[in-house]
């Protein structure tokens, strides 16, 4: 079984930072790619920024120069590092990935897209 535990939400200031992190764990194969999404009340979730297993990165334009994606592929792991952040902000960060698992205990594989629970960040101003 394949799980997406996140990590590092909170509550920060008007112009503060956080750093998220996204660890998969289960019978994974390969990470074909990671990324990290948000939804705030009343809005439909929304890219924030996805890293292939190459390294290529993807940003929604209101993040760029604010935000950095990263991963650690020895820990199967992505980053967010989201710097100058803004009351806009807000909204529950979820990650999501992309994986080649194998099925049950046999070595055949599948193509799988997942996603974690959830992790609140606030914004105050």
């Known amino acids: 079984q394949v799980q997406l535990v996140e990590s590092g939400g909170g509550l920060v200031q008007a112009g503060g930072s956080l750093r998220l992190s996204c660890a998969a764990s289960?019978?994974?194969?390969?990470?074909?790619?990671m990324g990290w999404y948000r939804q705030a009340p009343g809005n439909q979730r929304e890219l924030v920024a996805t890293i292939t297993g190459s390294g290529s990165t993807n940003y929604a334009d209101s993040m760029k120069g604010r935000f950095a994606i990263s991963r650690d592929n020895a820990k199967n792991t992505v980053y967010l590092q989201m710097s100058n952040l803004k009351p806009e902000d807000t909204a529950v960060y979820y990650c999501n990935a992309e994986l080649t698992v194998f099925i049950g205990s046999s070595s055949h594989r599948t193509l799988g897209n997942y996603w974690g629970q959830g992790t609140q960040v606030t914004v105050s101003s």
């Open positions: 289960g019978r994974i194969f390969s990470i074909n790619r």
